[in-house]
């Protein structure tokens, strides 16, 4: 049985023989595949077929691999369950009957299914992480500027990475040395500082001496199953010769508020540009241009990118843009400067990835607030720029549970070892 | 809990919308005007936030302004759903 992990497959080859060669990798579709549809999971986007490769799949290509499919995610980015997809849901082949996590659920299910090697997802404030720990993968959300995002449609461009899914530390981070470095064509690219080693080489379980800090703030209102899986995690570490300690991160309370002000802001300038004229659905209900735009943009949208463009939108609009969008911004400031303090006493910090275990499928699609709320571990992350790491981590109930690691900026081997001692 | 201070009414759904270019169902609006009560409710928590410095420790770096090659014109209007004369086309101005 299917679980709908992809909404296109295809067969596109390596052009080179390289690190890849034999592996089959799934791409999400809001990564562009030059004549392969790229369809963000919107109607909007249906049909368009991109003229170019974004640079991550210039880099698949030329490692070799082979990319399989197109996978199914919540329409733009914009969900934590993947239900909110134009092409259906996707069913969690680890937790049959409920959902793989968002926005990337179609790329970590198709990893858990077996139906690719490897797979590509996108993270503005969870999304790898959320489905990586919901499926039972490993995921990574590169440092900010580590990955080129030239061919990502964009949702939240000063949040997101690029970044891979796998079933074990060691292949996600081989994929990341294959996707990481500069690219002209992204500007906000740089120049990771020099490590030992490529990522994968990271991989090798010493955490002997390792120093992990444990933010006590998101420990709290988490699941008590999800809990007892996290401490055993912790408990291996230090029999590993890690030791661990508590520490505080005060600002991490308006962290969710911060980054959805953030998020939607820049989401409602970003989807601007699906107006029905150069791509996209294009309504046929004619008039000038702005019942035109309206139109189509109303058939093209689904409700949660409706509400958050709206949002969005009001957050921006004259005697809004202070209380919401300046405020945000101090905020992210707030958390920046938060962990750059913790980072002063620890090596890497430990959390649940969720504080719940996966949701069934259909059961919280009615309330958004709710569903915001569950991404409080994951969005201080995108909002301070890090890497961070989800590992499964054990099951509560039999529904699979993740334990993130956070990283320094560009500290990606600190984590990917710290992850890989488990 | 943060005092509710945020009352969002149709009209204001309204009116966001038109800003934002998609047109509303009427049962959207009273949907959306309900939800985003909620959400700003819990936005307000934001004003508790303090003032803090952004200052990233970064420098601008500029490339040179030169011509390079980039995506030919039948590419670049290859998904369009009307063209003219190499040209995008769009609905009437007015």
Not at chain 1, 94 to 112: D, E, F, I, L, Q
Not at chain 1, 158 to 176: H, K, M, N, R, Y
Request: hydrophobic share 40%; glycine share 10%; aromatic share 6%.
């Amino acid at each position: 049985m299917s679980v709908n992990a992809f909404i296109t497959e295809t067969e596109l080859e390596g052009t080179d023989e390289g690190p890849l060669s034999g592996r089959t990798v799934a791409v999400k579709d809001n990564i562009s595949t030059a004549g392969v549809r790229t369809t963000c999971g919107s109607k909007m986007l249906a049909e368009y077929v991109p003229p170019y490769d974004a640079t991550v799949v210039e880099r698949l290509k030329a490692a070799g691999a082979t990319i399989v499919g197109k996978t199914n995610m919540d329409e733009f980015g914009m969900g934590t369950t993947t239900e909110t997809s134009h092409f259906g849901s996707t069913d969690n082949p680890a937790a049959p009957g409920h959902v793989p996590g968002g926005s990337s659920g179609g790329s970590a299910a198709a990893v858990a299914a077996g139906e690719a090697d490897l797979a590509l997802g996108s993270d503005t404030g969870g999304s790898i992480r959320c489905p990586a720990a919901f499926c039972g993968v490993v995921g990574i959300k590169p440092t900010y500027g580590l990955v080129s995002r030239y061919g990502l449609v964009a949702y939240g461009n000063s949040l997101e990475q690029i970044g891979p899914f796998a079933q074990t530390v060691e292949d996600a981070a081989a994929l990341l040395d294959v996707i990481a470095g500069p690219d002209e064509r992204d500007a906000t690219t740089r120049e990771a500082p020099d490590g030992e080693g490529t990522y994968a080489d990271a991989a090798d379980g010493d955490v002997d001496g390792l120093s992990v800090g444990i933010p006590t703030e998101l420990l709290e209102g988490a699941d008590q199953g999800v809990i007892d899986a996290f401490e055993e995690t912790v408990e291996t570490l230090e029999s590993a010769g890690a030791t661990t300690r508590e520490v505080c991160l005060p600002s991490v309370g308006h962290a969710v508020s911060a980054y959805y002000v953030i998020a939607m802001s820049e989401a409602s300038s970003n989807l601007a540009r699906f107006d029905g004229v150069r791509y996209g659905h294009s309504s046929d209900a004619g008039g000038n241009w702005n019942d035109a735009f309206g139109r189509t943009r109303a058939e093209g949208f689904g409700d949660e990118v409706k509400r958050r463009i709206l949002l969005g939108t009001y957050a921006l609009s004259a005697g809004y843009h202070d209380k919401y969008y300046k405020k945000a911004q101090d905020a992210r400031a707030w958390v920046t400067r938060d962990f750059d303090e913790a980072f002063d006493e620890v090596d890497v910090l430990a959390s649940p990835t969720m504080p719940v275990p996966p949701f069934e499928l259909g059961e919280s699609l009615d309330d958004p607030l709710q569903l915001y709320l569950a991404d409080a571990n994951t969005v201080p992350v995108n909002l301070a720029n890090l890497p961070a790491i989800s590992v499964p981590a054990g099951e509560t109930n039999g529904l699979p549970v993740g334990v993130q690691f956070i990283g320094p900026a560009f500290g990606e081997r600190r984590i990917v070892r710290t992850a890989s001692a488990l | 809990m943060t005092e509710r201070t945020t009352a969002v009414d149709a009209e204001e759904v309204r009116h966001v919308a038109s800003l934002a270019r998609v047109d509303l169902a009427d049962d959207e609006v009273g949907r959306f005007a309900e939800q985003f009560e909620d959400i700003l409710t819990y936005f307000e928590r934001l004003d508790e936030v303090p003032e803090v410095d952004h200052d990233a420790d970064l420098t601008n770096v500029m490339r040179p302004d030169e011509p390079r090659e980039c995506l030919e014109t039948d590419a670049a209007l290859e998904n369009a759903a009307d063209t003219e004369d190499g040209f995008f086309k769009g609905p009437n101005v007015s």
